[in-house]
């Protein structure tokens, strides 16, 4: 198929089943980069009596006159504002575009049907270069809005070509293809779509408009045709294009607020958001309120647009005639969404009729009752704003937009937010059981509100509140072995596709972690016992918490910084340090500015944590370290000096930084924790191209663990086991803690709002109870009543009955928790009293690609933890404990010797937890579990490899000492001779 081949096969299309009229060069002016014709035409055929009556077609000079007026508005204030507002000219206004119509509004129809869609194959644009030609271009009532670029593989040319072709050969010199005179250029062959609405030569920016395929970039086969037809066939069907025009594409301002200056910019939604967008509107209009839908967007997926979209959609969405939704409200972790989305909705409608923001209860009631639309409010406020607000709303549907779900989520919260909406609030002369019933009911999903919860990383808890219930292709539920259904995210935009799409970059890409060696000798003359393994954990920390530590990762961290980063994005290039604590985080700036200024570096760090805090006997906080005010530091940081940025569980979620280019990590970080901080870093810039992370605390495993779960469509495995609840009360009971008539004397205090006085006084006695109890049995209570509040806080959303005992319990040991000192935990703090650290050094180690797994990832449901005791101590005398650690950590000459010492002597733990070989030791024989020791071996020595080769190779190649003894075969040996437990057999 030649190009002119594809081109006819897309005209075709759109003037035979679109419906759209095919146009000739004859009837383009450019002059005015318009289609004289049809303008004209659609003018008089709406707007007869108004053109009549300005008369501008009655001589060349009036008609001049016009055309010079309607060029200069669509320069100045865009093809996307003519459409929607109309133009000005003397006394009228005249529209340039007819809106759909209403359900049964027939007159609207009438006038919708009268719009003109035309395409124009090989538009001859240019006055000066007369031979220049576009391969289509699509004019709505005369004004160009679309511009396509056609390239086919059979040619050897594709997308890419077009591009190259768009930044050269059409540039902004050329009328139509100035900027807000046409809406969106595309680039289109037969694989992939790839669209652009700011043409700047080779500044121009395309992004792609595809589908995606098996959850990354691209498209996916297309048994009916080429993989991109959906572009002529779906998106530029009228009914969807005029959606498009009137819902979604937008020119929002920025304002640089030292200069003033103002900069402008061209939406149109990415394919991901436009379906997402559309499914959820259809899904609410089709089920009406008190139905729940996750949405799993990764970074870069454009969120805030989708959420802001949705919302100003869902205000006008009805059902026969009417208002599916009353009021909207948006629930987010992000101050600068509430602009967004005002920013937004002015696009449509006028905003300060529409959107409020709510920053307490009071304001939220004004807003509700002057029938603002759309409310936005913080997560952390949201919560106290639901304690203070009535049951005045339970006549009233809700839409609940959440940003962030998983941070939205916690039980408490949840709770709170259905009680409101639903308008199950409890009346002060109600029945105790009547108020106990009301609270049960009210915390349960609210039949008058539907929840719309976007997240990048959904946890189980989320997944199993608002995820979609798997079935296969006959219709029947996906069960687990235990019964439970499996759930999913009802839409997906994976962080594989946004990594494959170069909306975020891969931040996982350049991963370099360092080893730390070090030597502790003893400096009591005692030899006194402690628990090993925590023993093992305090020395770690006591050893990286001294300042010669802080001062060898600082000196790193300002050579790398000075070396490998500064000159990145064009000498713009940031970088940010993570610490575990505040003191860590005043230790490293204290450290790093004092080596920048030995240096003479240009540049210098600042710090970023919450509150105050005293350190060596002085009073610190940000606004005192850096020299300016808090609310500065994202502003501060994007300008010189100021390049290194400390933060201290600050900045690690929600922040977005292009400049961003490098992470300094010396802090701890698993699961969703990793990911989110770690992709502080993922933000694009056009002059970034890869972004790089120094880890001093963490493995490359357990990164690539985290990462895996939320790569691809996240999966919840289960569901939670209601009937854990009463194991729990059942670990508690027999402790005496509480007894049943103290459980209700509290709930009944609470519900008729007692003095706190009187519940204290029954509370106390039960601390008294709990201080008398064993250490171990104080372990056991308290994690079981802190499991307990949790789980049930979550489960009283989603179960489909209530427990008038499970709630009465709750409300107690709410309180109690509260009043319950904290176990003592023995002298394990003693032993960093009875070491010292002798010497210290940090070792850099490969830097390598972390490979994410190209797969779906399952999480476990909700875990209910019953077996809440503490493991038996092993004890050990404080000189085995520093020697095992030595054999670990430290004790030789700062060799490679080292990294395989603490590999081998790791990998006991690590096969010991394999679940087959658990299984085998359980109930086969011994050559059994023997052999899933040495399979789970060398799984676990395969895996290593992310921190070096040579224990990989030398197993391997199976080296032999001098004694021509296998190396191979004496760690297999080691390895099962430190785990094999036969005792805990099963027969």
């Known amino acids: 198929m030649k190009e002119n081949g594809f081109e006819t096969l897309i005209v075709r299309y759109l003037v035979d089943n679109n419906h759209y009229e095919e146009g000739l060069n004859s009837e383009y002016n450019k002059t005015y980069a318009i289609d004289e014709g049809r303008l ?24 001049k006159k016009f055309l010079d007026r309607l060029s200069r508005k669509l320069s100045d204030d865009g093809v996307i504002n003519i459409i929607r507002k109309g133009v000005k000219y003397k006394n009228h206004t005249l529209d340039f575009y007819m809106v759909q119509p209403s359900d049964g509004n027939v007159e609207a129809a009438k006038s919708y049907n009268k719009n003109i869609f035309s395409v124009t194959r090989q538009l001859r644009y240019s006055g000066d270069y007369g031979k220049l030609a ?3 271009c699509i004019f709505l009532n005369g004004l160009p809005i679309i511009t396509m670029e056609l390239k086919n593989q059979y040619t050897k040319q594709n997308y890419s070509d077009a591009i190259k072709q768009y930044k050269t050969d059409r540039t902004p010199d050329e009328l139509l293809f100035q900027f807000k005179r046409c809406i969106v250029h595309f680039a289109v062959d037969d694989n992939e779509v790839h669209m652009c609405t700011e043409l700047k030569r080779d500044k121009s920016f395309f992004l792609p408009f595809n589908k995606g395929n098996n959850n990354g970039a691209g498209n996916p086969n297309n048994p009916n045709g080429i993989k991109t037809d ?3 066939k779906d998106i530029l069907a009228k009914d969807c294009l005029a959606n498009i025009l009137e819902n979604y594409v937008q020119i929002t301002e920025e304002k640089d607020e030292d200069t003033g200056h103002k900069s402008y910019k061209q939406i149109f939604p990415r394919y991901h958001q436009l379906s997402v967008v559309t499914s959820l509107l259809a899904d609410a209009k089709k089920d009406g309120p008190g139905h729940r839908y996750l949405i799993q967007h990764s970074a870069g997926s454009g969120k805030s647009n989708s959420i802001a979209w949705l919302a100003h959609q869902l205000v006008t969405l009805q059902k026969d005639k009417k208002d599916v939704f009353d009021t909207i409200i948006v629930v987010t972790d992000r101050i600068n969404l509430d602009k967004q989305i005002r920013d937004t909705i002015k696009q449509f409608m006028q905003v300060s009729s529409t959107v409020g923001w709510a920053k307490d209860a009071a304001t939220l009631k004004n807003l509700m009752d002057e029938g603002k639309k759309i409310i936005i409010t913080i997560v952390h406020k949201f919560q106290f704003i639901l304690d203070a607000i009535s049951a005045d709303y339970k006549n009233k549907n809700f839409a609940i937009i959440i940003d962030e779900a998983h941070s939205s989520q916690n039980g408490s919260l949840a709770a709170k937010m259905n009680i409101v909406v639903s308008g199950n609030v409890y009346d002060d002369d109600d029945a105790f059981e009547d108020k106990l019933n009301k609270l049960i009911e009210g915390k349960k999903m609210a039949s008058n509100a539907s929840y719309f919860a976007f997240t990048a990383t959904p946890k189980n808890k989320t997944l199993e509140m608002f995820g979609e219930k798997m ?10 072995e235990d019964g439970t259904q499996k759930a999913k995210p009802h839409y997906v935009y994976t962080m594989k596709q946004a990594i494959e799409e170069k909306f975020i970059l891969d931040v996982l890409r350049y991963y370099t972690t360092y ?11 005692s030899d006194p016992l402690f628990d090993k393994k925590q023993a093992q954990r305090m020395l770690r920390y006591y050893v990286e918490t001294q300042k010669i530590a802080v001062k060898e990762k600082a000196g790193i961290i300002v050579e790398h910084f000075h070396t490998e980063v500064r000159h990145k994005i064009k000498g713009q290039g940031r970088a940010m340090v993570v610490a575990n604590s505040i003191k860590r985080a005043i230790e490293y700036y204290m450290a790093i500015s004092k080596l920048l200024e030995e240096r003479k570096s240009p540049y210098k760090a600042m710090v970023a944590f919450s509150g105050d805090y005293t350190y060596e006997g002085v009073s610190y906080n940000e606004a005192k370290l850096n020299g300016f005010p808090s609310s500065q530091i994202e502003k501060t940081f994007r300008k010189d000096p100021y390049r290194l940025l400390i933060v201290a569980n600050k900045f690690q979620t929600g922040y977005d930084e292009p400049l961003l280019h490098t992470m300094y990590v010396d802090k701890g970080l698993s699961d969703i924790k990793a990911v989110q901080t770690l992709s502080r870093l993922n933000r694009c810039h056009s002059d970034k191209n890869d972004v790089f992370v120094l880890d001093f605390q963490n493995d490359a495993a357990d990164i690539k663990v985290a990462f895996d779960k939320y790569y691809k469509t996240t999966i919840l495995s289960g569901e939670t086991d209601a009937n854990k609840l009463n194991d729990l009360v059942d670990e508690m009971e027999p402790l005496e803690v509480y007894d049943d008539e103290e459980v209700t004397s509290v709930a009944e205090l609470y519900l008729n709002n007692a003095d706190r006085t009187e519940i204290d006084s029954i509370i106390d006695k039960c601390v008294e109870r709990y201080k008398e109890l064993e250490f171990e049995e104080q372990i056991d209570f308290k994690s079981s009543a802190k499991t307990f509040v949790r789980t049930y806080n979550f489960l009283s959303a989603i179960l489909p009955y209530g427990s008038m005992e499970w709630e009465k319990l709750s409300i ?6 509260s009043k319950l000192p904290k176990p003592d935990d023995g002298n394990i703090d003693e032993i960093t009293e009875d070491v010292e650290l002798e010497s210290y050094r940090l070792i850099a180690q490969d830097t390598i690609s972390i490979k994410l797994e190209d797969e779906d990832s399952e999480i476990d449901a909700v875990p209910v933890k019953t077996d809440v005791g503490i493991p038996v101590p092993e004890l050990d005398t404080l000189s ?3 020697a095992t650690f030595h054999d670990i950590w430290g004790n030789c000459e700062w060799t490679d010797e080292d990294r395989i010492k603490k590999q081998i002597a790791d990998l006991p733990d690590i096969v010991a937890q394999d679940e087959f070989y658990q299984n085998a030791m359980k109930y086969s024989d011994a050559q059994n579990a023997r052999d899933e020791s040495d399979r789970a071996t060398k799984e676990a020595i395969f895996k290593s490899v992310t921190s070096g080769m040579e224990l990989y190779n030398a197993f391997q190649d199976d080296v032999r000492n001098k004694n021509n003894q296998s190396f191979q075969k004496w760690l297999l040996d080691f390895v099962f001779t430190m785990t094999y437990k036969p005792e805990n057999k099963k027969v």
């Open 880 to 882: 085995n404990i520093i």
């Open 812 to 817: 107690f040991l709410s309180f109690l928790i």
């Open 134 to 136: 576009l391969d289509l």
């Open 515 to 525: 080893n730390s060696y070090y030597h502790i000798v003893k400096t009591v003359e």
């Open 471 to 480: 079935f296969d292709e006959h219709g029947n539920p996906i069960m687990n």
């Open 40 to 63: 004209f035409r659609f003018l008089n055929d709406t707007q007869y009596k108004k053109m009549q009556e300005l008369r501008i077609e009655e001589s060349e000079i009036e008609k």
């Open 230 to 232: 959906y572009l002529w």
